[in-house]
């Protein structure tokens, strides 16, 4: 989930569970020289917005490189095990912050509740969350909401904004909203379900057997899914839209409009088009070299990240051997196709040496 829609849902959480009923919405009497034990509304909510959108600090990894950002982000600034402590640091930051105008304590609760909605939001998505790092690195995920989704943050948005114009009403009008995304959610976990129903008709259609299928969320509706089986050495590759009921097709007009471009992907379950991706073919004479590529220890970061990966091209020229992979969650097909890595070398004999296709340039990754 995108940071800003992490922020708003913390400050959600907090409207809907703070303050407690003895306390005034906005006001709080506090005495001079003593720290208050309980956060007046306001404090809380601007807690909770900034407690919400810590555990994206990590993203200031990609500083360090992009393999950096890859075994970093969505790790211990994510992990449950790890609440207690990033609520003990953030509440004695935030009683600084304050002036200890309230005591450190005060912010336990909420930081705490902020962290947590900010993991299960991003464990509903399909990037996959490192839960329970430090100790395991397994990314765990439920994938039924796109990373960004305008249903699910106008849900939120729109029960914040409702609290400020009702203010006596907000704690009701924050738990109602957050009610409204439970069932936003379950919605979306319906419909991944049919989506699977569809993946597991087609491989019974085919005479498939020992096959993963999963279906994926994604961007512009909670209708459209990307459907990825995977069976033996091949990927069988589809984008469904469960709510059409005849084939689009783009108009001249709309071939340069991305949104259209990406819409328009997704087709109805009676006329889906299925694209078969062999994960490391190649050309017969190459096999042996792209499975060396994917298992050479450049790639161990990488192999590590990618769910679906599959090979993506190879260049064999006189200046070498190059094997490019792509993680299959993340492609649009003939739109996009970020975390694009590939090993190349010189000679059989030469060192492979990583790169990162980004923007259509060929950047090397140390």
Known sequence: MDTV??????ALALQAFYPKPSVG??????????????????AAILVGLLAAAFPDADAISGFFGILAYLNIHRGITHSVVMIPVWAFCLSWLFSLLFRQRYDWKAFLLPT?????????ADVITAYGTMI???????????PVTFI???????????????GVIFRKKAPLIGKAGLLILCGYIGFQAVLRHQALEIGEQYTQEQG?????????PQPVSPFNWKLVVTHKDTYHISYLNLWRKHRIELMESEKEQLIARVDALYQPADVLKWHRLSIFGGQEHEKDQITTAWNSDKLKDIRRFMDYPA????????SGFCAWFADQRFILD?????????????TVQADWQLFRSKDNKIIPVE
């Open 5 to 10: 829609t992490h922020a708003l849902s913390g």
């Open 25 to 42: 919405l906005f006001s709080q009497q506090i005495k001079p020289g003593v720290s208050a034990s309980h956060l007046t509304y306001r």
């Open 112 to 120: 705490s509740l902020a962290l947590g909605v900010h993991i299960i």
């Open 132 to 142: 329970w790092s430090p100790f395991n690195d397994l990314r765990a995920s439920w």
């Open 148 to 162: 960004i989704d305008l249903y699910f943050s106008g849900i939120i948005l729109t029960a914040l904004l409702l």
């Open 208 to 216: 498939m057997e020992n096959v993963i299928i999963e279906a994926l």
């Open 311 to 318: 090979l993506s091209r190879v260049s064999s020229d006189g």
């Open 334 to 346: 003939g739109i996009r196709t970020p975390f694009l890595f590939g090993v190349c070398r010189k």
